[in-house]
């Protein structure tokens, strides 16, 4: 590919179009999903227009030079404003089934954790960056650590248990390909296991507990706190082989599946399309991570590759989270699936994200990798 061509603001359009198309497709299938097809207030319209937004997003992002979001300084302020948004939340929010999550105006809500997420991605990914020849030295697990524990507590705090494992997962993944040792690595995990003791006397709420308890014994309490967990996994499996067809899902349009349209998504959709369905959205969130780890494979600099990687870690821990607690495999902690789920932060993040990522792609061919590594880690 020619400089002029790699330059042009349009072929990142073009040469990275599964980063738009599939997440596209993935959104119409959850809008089909969410739409009642009968009576009944249907979020469907909503969320064409935020895919709309989030459209005008995703092409912003992939024609522009996103490149400066590679310089510290961006990321700090990033960072700073992030924190700075979370501790707003837990002072002036109202909270929403029981989570200071979400800062609400009129009929507008917006998530801070979800936008946040980018400049996580980016934070880790630029320590790891200057450092991946240090990557020995046990140090800076310990310090990136603590840049991701601060937005971390503050979500958990919310309480947000979720959100708080996604950007967990985030971290961990990076940390991973970051090439730490097996040795580190274990220190990891058990200061992983040390938190989640803590965590379980001391930072869950008695309905998180539940939840993990439900987990292990299913059928302990589905009348009261299992009842989600027992109800997706009902309307997963009634879907059998080729689901009831579109608008025929009993268990969630007639309201026995709760939030339907967000948490429980994945087991709606499994209800109404059966196996082949399952088998044809995983398919697409396979080929769109493919997508992401051959672009991270021939990224311009290391903090190209990581982004990218992280990105592709976000949404894959999302599809692996979600689609646990929708078929019963993990306990439920309230997690949005990508594209799928209804909202307007998450799905207008998701393709900022994709559009940062065709930009930096873009912007790499047209420079050769030692340039562009001095010129931004010089």
């Known amino acids: 590919m020619s400089e002029e061509v790699a330059r042009n603001p349009f072929s990142a359009l073009l040469s990275e179009w599964p980063l738009f198309v599939i997440p596209i497709v993935l959104t119409l299938i959850g809008v089909l999903t969410m739409?009642?097809?009968?009576?009944?207030?249907?979020?469907?319209?909503?969320?064409?227009?935020?895919?709309?937004?989030?459209?005008?997003?995703?092409?912003?992002?992939?024609?522009?030079?996103?490149?400066?979001?590679?310089?510290?300084?961006v990321i700090i302020t990033g960072y700073f404003v992030l924190l700075s948004l979370?501790?707003?939340?837990?002072?002036?929010?109202?909270?929403?089934?029981?989570?200071?999550?979400?800062?609400?105006?009129?009929?507008?809500?917006?998530?801070?954790?979800?936008l946040g997420k980018v400049i996580f991605i980016a934070l880790i990914a630029k320590y790891f960056s200057r450092r991946h020849m240090e990557i020995?030295?046990?140090?800076?697990?310990?310090?990136?650590?603590?840049?991701?524990a601060v937005p971390i507590a503050l979500i958990l705090v919310?309480?947000?248990?979720?959100?708080?494992?996604?950007?967990?997962?985030?971290?961990?993944?990076?940390?991973l390909v970051s090439g730490i040792s097996k040795k580190h690595l274990l220190a990891v995990l058990l200061a992983g296991v040390l938190a989640a003791t803590i965590l379980w006397f001391g930072g869950l709420h008695d309905?998180?507990?539940?939840?993990?308890?439900?987990?292990?014994?299913p059928a302990a309490n589905i009348h009261g706190s299992g009842y989600n967990a027992y109800q997706a996994t009902v309307a997963a499996g009634s879907g059998e082989v080729m689901?009831?067809?579109?608008?025929?899902?009993?268990?969630?349009?007639?309201?026995?599946?709760?939030?339907?349209?967000?948490?429980?998504?994945?087991?709606?959709?499994?209800?109404?399309?059966?196996?082949?369905?399952?088998?044809?959205?995983?398919?697409?969130?396979?080929?769109?991570?493919?997508?992401?780890?051959?672009?991270?494979?021939?990224?311009?600099?290391?903090?190209?590759?990581?982004?990218?990687?992280?990105?592709?870690?976000?949404?894959?821990s999302h599809v692996f989270i979600h689609a646990g607690i929708n078929l019963g495999l993990l306990p439920v902690t309230g997690t949005t699936i990508p594209f799928m789920s209804y909202g307007g932060s998450h799905l207008l993040m998701e393709f900022i994200a994709l559009g940062i990522v065709a930009s930096l792609a873009r912007e790499g061919r047209s420079v050769p990798r030692e340039l562009a590594h001095k010129e931004y880690f010089g």
């Open 207 to 217: 309905y998180q507990r539940a939840r993990i308890t439900n987990f292990l014994n």
């Open 243 to 316: 689901g009831k067809g579109i608008g025929y899902g009993t268990q969630s349009k007639l309201r026995f599946l709760p939030e339907y349209e967000t948490d429980f998504i994945f087991a709606a959709f499994a209800e109404e399309w059966g196996f082949v369905g399952i088998i044809l959205i995983l398919l697409l969130y396979g080929l769109l991570l493919f997508r992401l780890l051959t672009i991270a494979q021939r990224s311009a600099t290391n903090f190209d590759a990581l982004f990218t990687i992280g990105v592709a870690i976000l949404i894959g």
């Open 86 to 114: 979370l501790v707003l939340l837990l002072v002036a929010a109202h909270a929403i089934m029981g989570a200071k999550s979400w800062f609400t105006l009129g009929g507008f809500s917006f998530q801070p954790a979800d």
């Open 136 to 148: 020995g030295d046990f140090r800076h697990v310990l310090v990136s650590g603590m840049y991701a």
């Open 35 to 73: 739409h009642p097809f009968g009576e009944g207030v249907s979020l469907a319209p909503k969320q064409l227009t935020w895919l709309t937004i989030a459209l005008v997003g995703y092409f912003t992002c992939a024609t522009l030079d996103m490149r400066f979001i590679r310089r510290t300084p």
């Open 158 to 175: 919310e309480p947000d248990l979720g959100t708080a494992v996604i950007f967990s997962s985030v971290w961990f993944g990076l940390v």
